[in-house]
């Protein structure tokens, strides 16, 4: 595997981790009747690379699942991640530049 490939795993690991977390952290808040995490911010998360996580935790722990922002928006990001993964799997070789055939 490639390093680009090996640092992309890390980084979705990374953030789908910290989206767990925050979903955690703000159930655990609400429950408590504390400062929450803004949403704006779960949803930063989920956008970046941690929609997955963030998802599947707060179907697991019922969290936020009556507000459709998040119930319909957060697969929606996933589904657009998963497109632009698609797209760039597909294109991105074809734009790729081969360094064995240069001559020096």
Known sequence: M??????????LIVV????MLLTLSDKRRAIRHR???PENTL??????????AMY???LGI?????????MIG???IFIFQMAVCIFLM???PAVSISYSNWTY
Not at 2 to 11: A, F, M, N, S, V
Not at 16 to 19: D, S
Not at 43 to 52: E, K, R, V, W, Y
């Open 16 to 19: 789908n981790l910290i989206a």
């Open 43 to 52: 949803l930063f998360f989920a956008a970046i690379g941690g929609s997955p």
């Open 90 to 92: 597909f294109f991105l």
């Open 2 to 11: 490639p390093l680009y490939g090996k640092i992309l795993i890390g980084y």
């Open 56 to 58: 599947l935790t707060m």
């Open 35 to 37: 400062w929450r995490i």
């Open 62 to 70: 019922r969290h936020k699942t009556k507000h459709k922002k998040f």
């Open 74 to 76: 957060i697969p929606l």
